[in-house]
């Protein structure tokens, strides 16, 4: 499982011209699940995210975490984190995981989120969707 985060001060996705997602300060976070994950792998990135302190404290130092700037979450489903472009130009998707367990494994982490963060957005799974995004920094993290 891949997490892609990265801290916006304003991010949307859209579906067939409408916004299905809106948030304001928070992060963005495109969400890869592959072949081999499992729910234990989704709650480990689920609490590594939440906990992460990357938001700039009164002195400037990055010290506070999402529920400490009181952050908003945008959740997008991706399974192009999973692109192997080792051979040739056209990138290999063998190592993403099913689309059934992805999108079993994407639900589960944004009732998790839920739980745990007042506002939680979410793309539309397997759409075809158009992501804006201002990254704040710009300050991008990958986890997995």
């Known amino acids: 499982m891949k997490f892609v985060i990265q801290r916006v001060s304003h991010a949307s996705v859209t579906v067939d011209g409408t916004v299905i997602g809106n948030i304001e300060k928070g992060f963005l976070v495109l969400i890869g699940v592959g072949k081999e994950d499992t729910r234990a792998e989704a709650d480990r990135l689920v609490k590594k995210m939440l906990g992460l302190r990357i938001f700039p404290d009164e002195n400037g130092k990055t010290n506070l975490s999402l529920k ?3 952050g908003e979450l945008l959740l997008v489903s991706q399974f192009t984190l999973y692109a192997d ?4 130009n056209r990138p290999g998707f063998t190592n993403a995981g099913d689309p059934a367990l992805a999108k ?3 639900e589960y982490i944004i009732e ?6 007042p506002k939680v957005q979410q ?3 397997g759409a075809d969707m158009k992501v804006e995004l201002v990254n704040d920094g710009p300050f991008t993290i990958i986890l997995k």
């Open 68 to 70: 400490d700037v009181g």
């Open 85 to 88: 472009c080792n051979h040739g």
């Open 104 to 106: 079993e494994l994407y």
């Open 112 to 117: 998790s989120c839920k739980k745990q963060v």
């Open 123 to 125: 793309g539309s799974f």
